[in-house]
């Protein structure tokens, strides 16, 4: 089985941070876990985007980019359901 390495990008990492802790440990958990699958059942597709996907934790919302080719997932947005798609 192939495994991704994941990255975070700037904004994303900033975004975790303000986050309390038990809500940066879960969402963490959520990210690390897309090493094994990137697309793990739950995830969902973003319409009108290439490759960017989306997985729920509670009312947070992680937004990814998958690169199959370099084995890369990378977090490019996370934050709460009502806030992140704007």
Request: charged share 30%; hydrophobic share 40%.
């Amino acid at each position: 089985m192939k495994t991704y390495r994941v990255q975070i990008s700037p904004t994303a990492w900033r975004q975790l941070m303000k986050l309390d802790e038990k809500t940066q440990d879960a969402i963490s958990d959520k990210i690390y876990a897309l090493e094994q699958n990137p697309r793990p059942s739950g995830c969902k597709k973003l319409q009108g985007e290439e490759r960017l996907y989306r997985v729920r934790i509670g009312n947070f919302r992680v937004v990814y980019d998958v690169f199959d080719d370099v084995l890369v997932v990378l977090v490019m947005a996370l934050g709460d359901r009502k806030a992140i798609y704007d």
